[in-house]
């Protein structure tokens, strides 16, 4: 998707800290993470959000909800995670390419702000 900054990360137009890739998702340290452990993991496919998941994208999303527990394997969380999307402008979604934010080697509190 054209000035999609996740599509460019991607197509590593714009670099990332890769922690995990396969051919249907990808897993990066957040810019500015929120706890010591806090990466992304996207589907390579351009959805906007979880508002715009389609039909056909089931599968897909079922891979990589599937994933997570490797990815958190992975990154040493054994002691739990966080795994967390923002949808829309009530959810504070600032990147309109679908996103799950991984969480975690902290305590985190609950609820969120
Ligand atoms: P959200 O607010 O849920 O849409 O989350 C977007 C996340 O993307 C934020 O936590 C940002 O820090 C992160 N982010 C934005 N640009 C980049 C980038 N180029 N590389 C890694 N993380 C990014
Ligand atoms: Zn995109």
């Known amino acids: 998707m054209g000035d999609c900054i996740f599509c460019k990360i991607v197509d590593k137009e714009i670099p990332s800290n890769v922690v995990y890739e396969d ?54 969380l054994e002691n739990g995670y966080r795994l967390v999307n923002n949808c829309g402008e009530d959810g504070f979604q600032t990147v309109q390419h679908l996103h799950f934010h991984l ?11």
Request: aromatic share 4%.
């Open 23 to 76: 051919d249907r998702i990808l897993c990066f340290h957040d810019l500015e993470p929120k706890a010591p452990v806090h990466v992304l993991i996207i589907p390579k496919k351009h959805i906007a959000s979880m508002d715009d998941v389609a039909e056909e994208d089931q599968a897909l999303l079922g891979y990589l909800m599937a994933k997570v527990k490797d990815i958190a394997a992975q990154l040493g």
């Open 103 to 113: 969480l975690g080697k902290r305590k985190l509190t609950w609820p969120p702000g």
